[in-house]
């Protein structure tokens, strides 16, 4: 039923020759760097995110984690040191816990 949606769609944009304006056309569409790592199950919803312009939650916990680590090694003050690394502790276990949802749904 999808499939059909897209076809029809599919074949509009060529009737129409709105398909003939896009830079790939007629030509193999180029494979994403990291496409064949990325588990089966995420790469369609990976890719519809980068698409939109935005990073899947789990690369934002990665970026947050390393500017925390970028913090703790810049702080002097030994208070905001304890703060920030008790940040990181808990934003690793977030992680920990998302990652092993995702490998416990077969998705990673």
Known sequence: MQDDEIARHLQEALKSGELK????????????????ATPDGLRMPFKVLKNA?????????????????????????????????????????RIALRLDALRSSSRL
């Open 21 to 36: 304006l896009a830079e790939s056309f007629g030509k193999p569409l180029q494979e994403d760097a990291g496409w064949e």
């Open 53 to 93: 312009g935005m990073a899947p939650p789990e690369v934002e916990l990665f970026h947050r984690r390393a500017a925390l680590q970028d913090s703790i090694t810049q702080c002097s003050d030994e208070a905001e040191r304890q703060l920030l690394m008790r940040e990181l502790s808990d934003l690793q276990q």
